[in-house]
């Protein structure tokens, strides 16, 4: 029970189910737009030419070129694309890296965005965007960025691989992490937050043994839909700071480093507030958030150390300096030494708390 909250009132029209990517033209119209710019990654071209067809005249183009941190020069090409088709609107189809080129459209040109997420890492219900230029990732958060529209279909993650079902699970789960404590969290988003626990504690196991189990495969949608919105919702802490550090400066892979980093930041914080972060530890046992994940993590073999993807002892401290640099709010003060402890055992991979 909280004593006070203020509850914003967000809107994005959310259509969730199997085979509903067929409502895409219904949505677009429904928006009041006749030409629609597709865009997906290289790897996804071919479904986004398939739901081009869908569109039948209401298709202006297909933009395949959506790549990983959103990078500018690539957002140039695309708008160049976006205006010279004539479309006043883009559909998303693919998973964080697509809706971000969408997002970043969006907010340069006014376009309407219907997205299609195919992961569960979040951005479809979010008003942020992260953009990288000249090599450094900025992150900004503006209303223009929130898409109007999103369509979750059971059927496009029938086809996400093991591996990114696993991690960008991990990558939902650190959302709903930091809104549980985050100081502009509301009674609706901890409930849903609570709910995507259980939803992807018994959805991905199920997933691991058979990745085309539609009931798992609806389960672990929805819970996604739940982290997203959390993230669109509140503000978030030093997990994401720590991820951005990592996926910014060192380059290193979106969803694992989230997923490597999420049993650290959790035990962090729950030092500090063990109570916010009890439905964490109840939805994954083991007597604590961070003990839990962990095992959780190693249990649909997820990668636990950041030595997995290519981080060396030698960057910690680099790493930990940029993390301190500027602050921001967190449950937990944060100073260099506990930061570095924290990293070193994520280097490792050591379970938090013993
Ligand atoms: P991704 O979008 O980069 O996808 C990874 C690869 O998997 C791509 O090649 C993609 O085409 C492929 N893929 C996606 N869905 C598939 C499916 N169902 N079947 C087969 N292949 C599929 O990865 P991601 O983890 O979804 O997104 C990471 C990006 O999202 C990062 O740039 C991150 O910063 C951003 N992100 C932003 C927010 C936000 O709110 N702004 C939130 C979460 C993530």
């Known amino acids: 029970m909280m004593d006070s909250f203020t509850f914003p009132g967000l809107t994005t029209r959310v259509i969730f189910g199997a085979g509903t990517m067929a409502r895409a033209e219904e949505e677009v119209r429904r928006l009041g737009h006749d030409k629609a710019l597709v865009l997906s990654t290289p790897h996804q071209k071919a479904d986004a030419d398939k739901l081009a067809q869908s569109l039948g005249g209401l298709a202006a183009g297909v933009f395949a070129g959506a790549v990983m941190h959103t990078p500018v ?42 997205v299609i997420p195919t992961t569960y890492a979040g951005s479809e219900m979010t008003d942020i965007l992260g953009e990288t230029a000249a090599g450094e990732k900025t992150t900004r958060r503006s209303p223009d960025i929130r898409p109007e529209t999103v369509i979750y279909d059971v059927d496009l993650t029938l086809s996400l691989p093991v591996g990114l079902t696993v991690t960008s699970a991990m990558n939902a789960i650190a959302h709903a992490m930091e809104a549980f404590y985050a100081p502009d969290r509301n009674p609706v988003i901890v409930l849903m937050c609570r709910d995507a626990m259980a939803a992807f504690r018994d959805g991905i196991p199920r997933l691991i043994d058979n990745p085309q189990e539609r009931a798992a495969r609806t389960q672990a949608l929805y819970a996604a839909w739940c982290c997203s919105t959390a993230l669109g919702y509140v503000s978030m802490a030093l997990h994401h700071k720590l991820a951005h550090v990592f996926g910014g400066s060192f380059d290193t892979p979106h969803a694992e480093t989230h ?72 449950p937990r003060p944060i100073d260099l030494g506990s930061i570095r402890e924290l990293l070193q055992a994520a280097f490792e991979g050591r379970r938090p708390g013993g």
Not at 75 to 90: H, N, P, Q, W, Y
Request: glycine share 14%.
């Open 73 to 114: 020069e690539v957002t140039e090409k695309a708008v160049d694309a976006f205006r010279a088709s004539g479309a006043t609107v883009v559909v998303s189809l693919g998973g964080g890296s697509t809706t971000g080129l969408g997002k970043a459209i969006a907010v340069r040109t006014g376009a309407d965005q219907v």
């Open 259 to 330: 997923a490597i980093l999420l049993p650290y930041t959790t035990a962090f914080n729950e030092a500090a507030v063990p109570d916010l972060l009890r439905p964490m530890a109840e939805a994954f046992g083991g007597g604590s958030a961070g003990g839990g994940l962990w095992d959780f993590a190693r249990s649909v073999g997820s990668p636990l150390s950041l030595k997995e993807i290519g981080i060396r002892q030698a960057d910690l401290d680099r790493a930990a300096a940029i993390a301190v640099r500027n602050a921001y709010a967190n």
